[in-house]
């Protein structure tokens, strides 16, 4: 191998050599928008039916004479109700899906930064008022659907305050509220707003929806009733002081919360407000994960086009959502670039034959161009393992001149303090007068006793009578003993309790600590790797695409980049092996490991297929060595 030197970011850079792109992006753009409504539309039908069968399900009649589940699910006024809770209480929360729908990951590394970070994005009170609006709505139609719907009806008048709210309402709304105010809470900790792209495309999207929903319907369940239960005993607790917090601004609609001898909390109103929060939670949960699949799944769509090579060109040099489009292009490129069909080895034969001269780009130049953007970009954030570029350092300006001193006349040292005495506030000022006072008391007390003469009685040197068994001195404790007793008995009693205390106050605040500032493993990588699944697609294009070249290129139009896929190859690899082994964790190894495959595969297509003719290429002594111990390492 020759050994030439080159820059070191030589491959990344050159794939940003300026090339005018004679390709219109809104080809490929129009077919994925196709595809999304079309995809979108599925998703409202399917949001739809669950809500309808969820709502219908949980407000049946369990213990009257009401009308049988079969009924209860097809009469008109319970399928009008329930397209009214999907418009009010689900749709609201698919809509700001979308319009928050990101390519781009934001991750911190402990949940207090994400926490700061999210308290001060508008975007996310937003999507907090909408959950809890949404929550009423859904609240209001489970209501109307429950059986003995008059006993949870929004006002029950009395004969002084005729708009009087009903505190079973209260107390399910709250619950509802508490519930999907954790819930937003932890849809915006996790970022579901952004798109998961899948790492693998074998799975069908109906089996992808399937298992997600019975991987994770335990944890939704237990989520809620952890929820409700916590809540109910709360409410019990505060429900009399909040109370009496609101009297004054709401005395006509909440006075007889307080005055009401019979307790409004039932097991069959804390049963209802179960299947409230459960119903919640299931309908938001299985739309926004159809939503999640839906709008991560890639799909060849270049097939379906006139040209379809200018249209995949087309999709890889997007830029509109945050490179979103290019995500799905990439995915079908990388697909394409690993397939061994008939229509496949034809269709990268026509991205080899194209020719253009300049000003216009050929379609393989294009795709090498902008997927060696993309993984430079990438790259670089993995040197800074996801932190912005440290801050240049301050110039520093010229020393001005000295200039010579004259000696001074040395002044006296003074040893007194120098600082002045800070005022007594008025508690001190305070002691220091009854101090004073009790001093001159004892003075006086002490002059007093010298002149006045001891009488006889108390100057007697005979030895006084030994006092009876049966004096009252006897009978009666002293104060010491009193005070010796009452702490020794505290002794016994207060040291478990307070350890007691003091142990649950620290298991609380390391939990707490734990879980708020302990830097997280999986938010470490996606800091550093926030497109960890794009990358792979264009590795395994750009590897694979390269490898095919050797049988598939007319005119050896590809062999000319090889040397700079193989340096930006190895160079990420260096870079993600230092970053493997800086963090020393396992679970960065089992996250990162699709990535590190991808690009051992991709490698090993290249150094396979050209073994005999690497020698012809020109590379730096670094990436030749690293090419070198590949090469024997796979002989």
Avoid at 164 to 191: D, K, T, W
Avoid at 288 to 299: G, R, W
Avoid at 526 to 554: G, R, Y
């Amino acid at each position: 191998m020759s050994n030439a030197v080159r820059p070191a970011t030589s491959a990344f850079a050159s794939g940003m050599s300026s090339a005018r792109v004679s390709k219109d992006s809104n080809l490929y753009e129009g077919l994925c928008k196709y595809l999304l409504r079309k995809r979108t539309l599925n998703l409202l039908y399917i949001s739809i039916g669950v809500t309808h069968v969820i709502l219908a399900m949980l407000t049946i009649d369990l213990w009257g004479q009401g009308i049988p589940s079969i009924l209860h699910l097809l009469r008109p006024t319970t399928i009008f109700l329930t397209i009214t809770a999907f418009v009010l209480g689900v749709l609201p929360v698919l809509v700001f899906r979308k319009v928050s729908l990101t390519p781009r990951l934001d991750p911190k590394p402990t949940m207090a930064a994400q926490i700061r970070s999210l308290v001060t994005q508008l975007q996310a009170w937003r999507i907090l008022a909408v959950y809890l609006g949404s929550s009423i709505a859904l609240t209001i139609a489970f209501l109307y659907l429950a059986p003995q719907s008059g006993r949870f009806s929004v006002f029950k008048s009395t004969t002084l305050y005729p708009w009087h709210l009903n505190e079973r309402f209260v107390f399910m709304v709250s619950s509802n509220l508490s519930v999907a105010a954790l819930y937003a809470i932890g849809s915006l900790l996790n970022q579901r707003n952004v798109v998961r792209w899948p790492v693998t495309r074998e799975t069908p999207i109906s089996e992808v929806i399937t298992n997600g929903i019975f991987e994770q319907i335990k944890s939704k369940l237990l989520f809620t009733l952890g929820v409700t239960g916590v809540f109910t005993p709360l409410y019990m607790i505060f429900r009399r002081a909040i109370f009496r917090f609101f009297v004054f601004i709401a005395k006509p609609f909440i006075y007889n919360f307080l005055r009401s001898r019979v307790w409004p909390i039932t097991l069959s109103l804390i049963f209802r407000t179960v299947c409230l929060n459960v119903a919640t939670v299931m309908v938001w949960f299985i739309a926004e994960l159809i939503f999640d699949v839906y709008t991560s799944t890639p799909v060849s769509l270049s097939l379906y086009a006139t040209n379809p090579t200018e249209c995949l060109v087309a999709g890889i040099t997007s830029k509109s959502e945050d490179g979103y489009y290019q995500g799905f292009a990439l995915a079908e490129l990388a697909e394409l670039a690993k397939s061994s069909g008939n229509a496949a080895v034809n269709r990268r034969k026509t991205i080899f034959s194209d020719l253009k001269t300049p000003p216009s780009a050929s379609a393989w130049s294009l795709i090498c161009r902008e997927t060696l953007i993309v993984l430079g970009k990438d790259y670089q954030t993995l040197l800074k393992r996801g932190t912005s570029a440290p801050a240049a350092p301050p110039t520093s300006a010229a020393p001005a001149a000295k200039t010579p001193m004259t000696p001074r006349t040395p002044s006296a040292v003074k040893r007194t303090s120098i600082y002045a005495a800070p005022p007594g506030t008025p508690a001190d000022k305070l002691l220091d007068n009854i101090s004073g006072y009790l001093a001159l008391a004892d003075d006086a007390m002490d002059q007093t006793t010298k002149k006045l003469p001891m009488p006889s009685l108390f100057s007697s040197t005979t030895a006084p009578s030994k006092p009876s068994s049966q004096s009252s001195s006897a009978l009666i404790p002293s104060a010491g003993s009193v005070a010796t007793q009452l702490y020794d008995g505290a002794n016994r009693v207060l040291p478990t309790q307070v350890m007691l205390m003091v142990d649950l106050g620290e298991k609380v605040y390391k939990a707490a600590g734990s879980a708020l500032f302990k830097t997280r493993t999986k938010n470490v990588v996606e800091m550093a790797l926030p497109n960890m699944v794009v990358d792979m697609w264009a590795i395994d294009a750009l590897c694979h695409f390269a490898a095919n070249s050797f049988t598939e290129d007319p005119y050896g139009l590809v062999q000319r980049d090889i040397p700079r896929i193989l340096e930006a190859m190895l160079a990420f690899q260096q870079a993600l092996e230092a970053f493997k082994k800086e963090v020393n964790d396992e679970a960065v190894d089992n996250l990162v490991a699709p990535l590190v495959t991808s690009l051992g595969q991709g490698l090993h297509a290249i150094i396979v297929t050209f073994r005999d003719r690497l020698s012809a290429f020109r590379f730096p002594p670094a990436v030749a060595k690293r090419l070198q111990d590949i090469v024997e390492n796979s002989s």
